[in-house]
Structure formats: structure tokens, C-alpha cells
């Protein structure tokens, strides 16, 4: 059995398209990418390096720009704390002066004409400091004073060293002017005449639009980068915290810079204002942008280059999401450096226990219409077309491979299952109904690492695998094989990638709606029956009224079996009914019904190595985002999912020996069959996870003796 299953997915994966569906024999070159087709020609390629060359150079670049910003971030705390100790000496110079008489100062000033500049700009500062900390004391009474004086010293460093230079230029062209004022002109007006001459030369026209408004403007070509900026700004109407972008008519964002290219009015340049709100805008931004880094390029470019991976690959891989987590990571970090807040970005974290996942919450989260159009298109051009037989029987085995299937196909093989258990005939489903709420389903999954279609459709293949393994179909009615496969498909609808620990903790408005009683099942089963709701998406439409509150039910029951804290209570009633278990029985058929989406939810370790291993992955990477969260929010921290505690194998070996197996084995009393499905995949899943942990531990243990004081960390959700 494992051999032909193997053949069937190698088959299917080395032979492209033609195998897995067909239509009448043909199938059209068209519905399927070229990159599909690699994609499926090469299964072992799964690796993002090999699926997207260019991306590993974008994240390099990425990782690249996140050094400069933190290298420029360190630069300005230096020069910062340089500034402040030269004031903190320029006002201790100006409390000694205090002490001599103006006189005396008037009279130092008059007899000592050669005195430097510098010294006289330090006894003009020290009046100014002087002045202005009276005023800041009276103004600022109940501030500390300490702080408030570094930052006026500061700023009335700078406007007093301007006041300083002007007033030098100005004694120093009277002096000119006394002594060589004919020259002085002449030269100036030649001056001035080459000036124009140069500039005019050396000017450049850039042409461009703002909010569809023809702009141009014209600039020295040495001009500062911030001069340009601020021309744009000008241009633009925008305001000093307003982050602008200039298009290239291509689309792709370009530098304003001075050695832009000049251009003419028909290849324009796109100026566009984001506007970086000072009260709503993440600080990051801000800091990013004060320090000339522009954070939100860099995230610009990871949703284009996650909207490319999209179209190429299906679904986001999962290092886009590490990725999208560093950023959020480190503008989480400026946005809370405390010795920051000279630059008044300092964030108080306490608002934070409110506000949800920085990436997550914020963005990508739901699907954009126009990804699910485009796989919408591609589901209908698919769902006529006729799958092959080996691809029928492949489908109902624990050894089918996930990924080698994009989404709209996914769409067609879930029909599938609806058509081969006779389902669209005995519930008189039309197929266009079927369609519509399956891609209802497929929208109201979110991208996240792990609860996400493809978690859907696993969780599906598995049931539909165990109904036939079973044959199921032989002693149960189709009403419940209905119940079970529909619950599956809609088990995790609208997951947030946050469990109920986390909803119930955070005081989310699920947990608010559901009074914290699996508010996550809760929500997925409201959601379902929302979908259903919908007359062009109710499968169940034409069935009689009896039924379809039999179905609804059982679909409840179903799904809030899928809660992990009942798992003792539905495991322990299961095994009580094993010894009489009668199928006839419709109490003994539900505790089954709920074992076996249960099972299903938490098969992966029963598929293959290459099928079960990424899911791990991706399992981890959403865990890990939680407990950052709610490290970061303050909330307790679910331990399983720590990444400071949590390896790839402890999380597995645990989980296998004391959840896994116990359910699958129960199960196995009462189907035997199952042992060689999906029972002895999940024991080479514990040798082998066993394995790799004593092999961490081997590797610790070496590295902490041969390195007493730096012992590596061990290796997370990365380590194969
Ligand atoms: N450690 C581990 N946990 C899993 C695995 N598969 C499922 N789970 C957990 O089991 C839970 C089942 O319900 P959820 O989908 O809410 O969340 C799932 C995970 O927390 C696995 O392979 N390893
Ligand atoms: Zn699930």
C-alpha cells in the first residue's frame, strides 16, 4: 500500500499536470504556470531558496538595511550623548560667568577684540542659557528639570550658534566693507554671474505628479539630499512627519535623491504622501525616518515580495512570516528604547496590552480581494475538469502530500471528496453552490503560519482518508459522514493564530462574546453557519428542515470537539463506550464523530516525514508568535509555546507520547486497520524525534564544556 502510494505521489508529482487532472484526456496548458509546473515536477524543491531565487537576495537586503538603520540608530545616541556632555560643560562654564558683573564682561569684550569665536560664542550662550533657564523654570515648574534643561541647552545651542555666525558674518562684512568695499563688489558681481551661469548648466527639471497633479521642479544638481526632500515636501504639501514616496512610471519606489534621472512630462515620476500620522503611526516609522532609514520601504518591498510569492507559489511561505515577525520585532524594539525619548519617541508599553500582534493584527492577516479573484478564476477554469483515478485514490490516503497542490486546486479536491461520497447527489447539492461555499471557505481563511486553508484541507484529506479506511460508509449514515467531512472543512474558519489561552488572557472580543468558553470553536462554528447562511453558498439548501437541524447540529458538536482542554473528557467517554461501542447507537456514533475530527485535527505526525516536518514549522512559527506577543502585552506566557523554551523535538516527543498516541491508539481498538495508517507513522515520528533531541542535548552538552561560559543556544524551529 505504501509502495503504490508512493508511486501514485511521485507519479503525480514528476508528470506534471497531465496525470493529476484531466479533462477528456487534455488538459490546458494555460490553467496551469509554467512555475506550477516546476513547482510539481520538483516536490523536493519545497525549499523557498529553490522556489524563489531572488527572495533570499531581497531578505539579505533586507537583513543589510536593518544593520545600517540600527548602526545609524547607535550613531545618533553617541552624538547625542556628545552633545549633551558639551552643554552640560557649556552650562557649567555659564554658572561660573554668572558670578563676574556685566561690567567686567563689557569691559573683557571691549580690551580683548582677538578673542576667538569660540570663547566669545560660549559667553554669548552662557547669557542666552542663562535667560532661557529662568524662563524654562517658570514655564516648566513641575518637569523635571534636569531633562527639560538638556533639551532647551540643545536646542538653544543651535540657535544661538546661528545667532553667533550671523552676527560674525555681519561684523565680519563691515569690516570688509570698511576696508575693501570696491572690490568686494566687483568680485562679488563676478561671482554672481558665473553662479548663474553654473546654475543654469548644472540645474536639473524633474517632472512629476502629486495626487494626479502635474508637478516640476528644478534643483542645483549638488543640491543636499534633504534640500531635494524638502522640495518634494513643499511640492507635495506635506507635513514634517509625512513619509513621501516617489514612483519611477515603472511603479517601483525610487530614492529622492539628486542624482535622479531627469525626465520629461510624458515619463513623469509619481509623488505619493503617507502620511505617518504623529499620534497613530507606529514610531518606528518615525524613528526610521528621522534617522533618513525608510522602515516602511523595507516593508513595502516584503508585501510586494510576498504578493509575488503568492502568485508564484500558492500560499505565503512560512519565512515570510519570520521575516514580516523581525521587522515588527525590531521597530517594536525602537519604538521602546527608553534612552530614546530625547527624540520624544518614546512609547509607554502599557497601551500595549490593547493592542494585538504588530503583524498579524496589523496587515495580511485577511486575503485581499484581488488574490482570492485571481484563485477563485483559477478554481472555476479547474472544477470542470476530471480528476485522474490515481489521483482519486491517492487523495484518500494519510501518505497524500500536501504541498504539492496549490490553493484552487485544493478547492477542486475538496469537490472531489463531495462528489465520491455521493454527497452532491444524495443531498441534491448543486455544483455551483458547492463551489460558491467552498471558496467561502477558502476567503475565510486567514493567512497565518499554521490555522490557516491549507491546516483546512488537511485536516479534511485525513477524515475523508479515515472514512474509507474504515469504510465508514458501510456503518454509519451519509448524514453523518456529511456532519463529519463539513466539520472538518470549517473546523478552524477565521483563526487569528492565537489560541483560546491567549483570547481568554488578552480579553479579546471573542472571548468577551463567548464568555471564554471556547470562544476560538465558538467563532470557527459561527462562521460556518454564516457562510451557510448565504442561499448561493448553502450546500444544505434542498435538504428537508429535520435534516438540516440534525446537520447543524452534529456540526456543532463537531467542531467544539476540536477544543483541546475537552480532549480528557471526549477521550475518556470514548474509551468507556469501546467495549459495547454499537454504531447503531446515535450517542456512541457522536463521541466517534467528535474522535474522529479530533484525529484528524492532529494527524500531521501520521503523514511522512517531508509531508508532517514543515507543518512542525509552521506550527512553531505561530506559537512563537504568541508567546512574543504575550511577552510583549504582559500576559502570562504559554509555556509550549515559549521559543525561549520550546525546541522542534521536545515540542514533538511530548506531544506525541501523551496526546498523539493515546487518542490514535483508542481509535485503533476500534478500527485495527488504522495501526499500520497511521499508528506506526507517529511512532517513527517519536524515534525520530527522540532522536533529535538527544543529538541537541549531545551537541549542548559538548559546547557548554568546551565553552563553559557561552553555551549555544539550541536550535528552534529551524533545526532539522
Ligand atoms: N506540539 C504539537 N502540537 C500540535 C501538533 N498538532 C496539533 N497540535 C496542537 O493541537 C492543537 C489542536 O487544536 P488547535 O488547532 O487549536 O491547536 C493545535 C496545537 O496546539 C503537533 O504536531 N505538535
Ligand atoms: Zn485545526
Known amino acids: 500500500m505504501g509502495g503504490k502510494n508512493s508511486r ?140 527639560d534643561l538638556e533639551q532647551d541647552q540643545e536646542q538653544d545651542l543651535e540657535q544661538d550658534q546661528e545667532q553667533n555666525q550671523e552676527q560674525n558674518q555681519e561684523q565680519d562684512q563691515e569690516h570688509h566693507q570698511e576696508q575693501d568695499q570696491e572690490q568686494d563688489q566687483e568680485q562679488d558681481q563676478e561671482q554672481d554671474q558665473e553662479q548663474d551661469q553654473e546654475q543654469d548648466m548644472d540645474s536639473k527639471i524633474l517632472y512629476f505628479s502629486v495626487n494626479g497633479r502635474p508637478e516640476q521642479a528644478e534643483f542645483p544638481v549638488d543640491c ?67 534617522m533618513g532609514f525608510d522602515l516602511s520601504s523595507m516593508e513595502k518591498r516584503l ?19 519570520e521575516m514580516k515577525k523581525q521587522v515588527d520585532s525590531f521597530r517594536e524594539k525602537l519604538e521602546s528604547v527608553e534612552h530614546l525619548s530625547w527624540l520624544g519617541l518614546f512609547k509607554d508599553l502599557s497601551e500595549g496590552t490593547h493592542k494585538p500582534s504588530p503583524f498579524y493584527h496589523k496587515r495580511a492577516l485577511r486575503k485581499t480581494r484581488e488574490e482570492c479573484d485571481h484563485v477563485r478564476d483559477k478554481f472555476i477554469q479547474m472544477s470542470s475538469l476530471e480528476v485522474s483515478e490515481e489521483v482519486r485514490q491517492y487523495l484518500k490516503t494519510p501518505t497524500f502530500d500536501n ?59 485525513m477524515m475523508y482518508g479515515l472514512i474509507w479506511l474504515t469504510d465508514l460508509r458501510s456503518r454509519m449514515d451519509s448524514v453523518d459522514l456529511l456532519i463529519m467531512l463539513t466539520s472538518a472543512v470549517c473546523h478552524d474558519l477565521d483563526h487569528t493564530g492565537y489560541n483560546n489561552a491567549y483570547q481568554i488572557n488578552a480579553r479579546t472580543e471573542l472571548a468577551l462574546r463567548y464568555n471564554d468558553i471556547s470562544p476560538l470553536e465558538n467563532h470557527h462554528c459561527a462562521v460556518a453557519f454564516e457562510i451557510l447562511e448565504k442561499t448561493e453558498c448553502n450546500i444544505f439548501r434542498n435538504v428537508p428542515s429535520e435534516q438540516y437541524k440534525r446537520i447543524r447540529e452534529g456540526i456543532i458538536k463537531c467542531i467544539l470537539a476540536t477544543d483541546m482542554s475537552r480532549h480528557n473528557e471526549i477521550l475518556v467517554k470514548f474509551k468507556s463506550l469501546l467495549p459495547t461501542f454499537d454504531f447503531s447507537s446515535k450517542d456512541h456514533r457522536d463521541v466517534l464523530m467528535m474522535i474522529l475530527i479530533k484525529v484528524s485535527d492532529i494527524s500531521n505526525e501520521a503523514r511522512p516525514m517531508e509531508v508532517a516536518e514543515p507543518w512542525l514549522d509552521c506550527l512553531l512559527q505561530e506559537f512563537y508568535n504568541q508567546s512574543d506577543v504575550e511577552k510583549l502585552e504582559g500576559l502570562p506566557v504559554t509555556p509550549f509555546m515559549d521559543r525561549d523554551k520550546v525546541t522542534k523535538p521536545s515540542s514533538q516527543t511530548g506531544f506525541i507520547r501523551f496526546v498523539l498516541l493515546p487518542l490514535f491508539m483508542e481509535l485503533a481498538n476500534l478500527f485495527p486497520c488504522l495501526e499500520l495508517h497511521i499508528i506506526d507513522p507517529v511512532r517513527k515520528a517519536l524515534g525520530y524525534y527522540t532522536e533529535m533531541e538527544k543529538a541537541l542535548e549531545r551537541a549542548k552538552s559538548c559546547s557548554s564544556s568546551a565553552d563553559p561560559q557561552g553555551a549555544p543556544e539550541a536550535p528552534k524551529a529551524d533545526c532539522k
Open 303 to 321: 508585501q510586494g515580495l510576498e504578493k509575488r510569492i503568492l502568485t508564484e507559489g500558492g500560499e505565503t511561505p512560512a519565512v515570510v512570516y
Open 8 to 147: 501514485v505521489s511521485k507519479k503525480t508529482q514528476n508528470s506534471s499536470k497531465k496525470l493529476e487532472v484531466s479533462v477528456n484526456n487534455q488538459y490546458s496548458p494555460t490553467v496551469a504556470s509554467e512555475a506550477d509546473c516546476k513547482l510539481r515536477e520538483q516536490p523536493e524543491n519545497r525549499s523557498l531558496e529553490k522556489k524563489t531565487p531572488d527572495f533570499m537576495k531581497v531578505c539579505e537586503r533586507l537583513f543589510q538595511d536593518g544593520e545600517v538603520l540600527r548602526e545609524r540608530m547607535h550613531a545618533a545616541i553617541r552624538e547625542n550623548q556628545e552633545r549633551i556632555s558639551n552643554l552640560k560643560e557649556i552650562k557649567a562654564k555659564a554658572e561660573k560667568d554668572e558670578t563676574s558683573s556685566d561690567e567686567a564682561a563689557d569691559q573683557e569684550e571691549e580690551t580683548s577684540p582677538t578673542k576667538s569665536n569660540v570663547e566669545r560664542n560660549c559667553a554669548l550662550e552662557a547669557e542666552d542659557l542663562e535667560q532661557d533657564q529662568e524662563q524654562d523654570q517658570e514655564q516648566d515648574q513641575e518637569q523635571d528639570q534636569e531633562q
Open 403 to 461: 504541498w504539492q497542490w496549490e490553493d484552487a486546486e485544493i478547492m477542486v479536491l475538496l469537490q472531489l471528496m463531495y462528489t465520491d461520497l455521493d454527497f452532491i447527489t444524495t443531498f441534491n447539492i448543486e455544483p455551483e453552490v458547492l463551489r460558491e461555499f467552498l471558496f467561502e471557505v477558502y476567503r475565510r481563511y486567514n493567512h497565518i503560519p499554521f490555522h490557516n486553508f491549507k491546516h483546512c484541507f488537511c485536516v479534511t484529506q
Open 224 to 290: 543636499a539630499p534633504q534640500d531635494l526632500k524638502d522640495l518634494f515636501r513643499c511640492a507635495a504639501e506635506a507635513g514634517p512627519h509625512d513619509i513621501l514616496k516617489l514612483y519611477n512610471p515603472k511603479g517601483n519606489i525610487i530614492n529622492i535623491s539628486p542624482s535622479l534621472e531627469p525626465n520629461t512630462p510624458s515619463s513623469c515620476y509619481k509623488l505619493e504622501v503617507v502620511a505617518a500620522d504623529y499620534n497613530n503611526e507606529p514610531l518606528g516609522a518615525e524613528l526610521a525616518e528621522v
